[in-house]
DNA sequence: CCTAACGTTGAAGGTAGCTTTAAGGTCAAG
DNA sequence: CTTGACCTTAAAGCTACCTTCAACGTTAGG
């Protein structure tokens, strides 16, 4: 099957495709006479693979290091080391946007806690202070790879003004 | 006091605070007789609260636009909206990350749960193929402002090589 | 007087993951 | 024989948020 089908049958782009094999992601493919890459079936279950993993937080870069060359073949260990950072990543964020939520609902309450007796310039101060006063531990987060979510997994990152119909999924 | 002090006491680079004046998040400063520039006490406080907003998962653009000229005289209502729907971003970030780790989880289950007459080739096909079957409906993140966490909330962004010691909170 | 530490600027670089553009070649239908 | 849909490439652009660099001026201390 030539780049087109492909591209309609995963859900992807063709230039995105093309992105993948020039970043080693996809292995080069076959060519036709005139030039034409040609995939197998199995290219729609790599693709597959590979945009499920983008959304559960991998790279690129670990997808391509986890990906055996053959599909039957997994490194098993490696594997299961990556799966199961990644979940301690995923809980670590967990923890921060659960701190990140309820700062900010502490911080709604706060402003609308205005004593009566205090105008808004006196009250903006007020919450101000406590809010850079109370900075907690921060919640060290030690992985270094947080890659989760924000535009890989937004949407659509859409370029300014028009917009794209683009299968995507 | 000049922009290295305030650097120091607010824990941001002088790259960064000229940074932000560039982008017109911060006022222009005025400047001594030499050109440098001078920065009353109140900056500490303005460049906290641009850091604080940012790890609450706000963009720059977001902060601009929410920071009065003066930091008493608030949009209040502008300001409470935007608090609403940051925390409703939170909240949809949260079910995908939920989604994610729970995906993951299962995936590691059902690897392990390879038949015992089952060699690890098939096995592999058997996962793909669950795997690959199963996409729910992806929980349709409304809101189009997901910025929160990734790099900006980083430990730091470290470039290629080595590390830098840099305050950076 | 020299040096180190600081300040200034504009421009370029870096990250991640693509898309877009330019400039072309191929192919099937009408 | 033309049109339009497809394919090819390398290179540049995009986003957000900075950093780094080059080339220079200023200032405080010994």
Known sequence: MKIGELARLSGLTPSRIRFYERIGLLKT???????YRTYPQQAVMILGLITTAQRAGFTLDEIRTLLPPDLEHWDHATLMDALTRKIADIEALQ????????????LIEDIQARPDDMDCAANAHRVLTNMLAEQPEALDVTSDDIRLLDKTNRRQSVSPGRRKKMASR
Do not use: E, I, K
């Open 29 to 35: 493919v076959d060519r036709r006479p005139n030039g």
């Open 95 to 106: 923890a921060r946007l659960a701190q990140s939520r309820v700062h900010l609902l502490r």
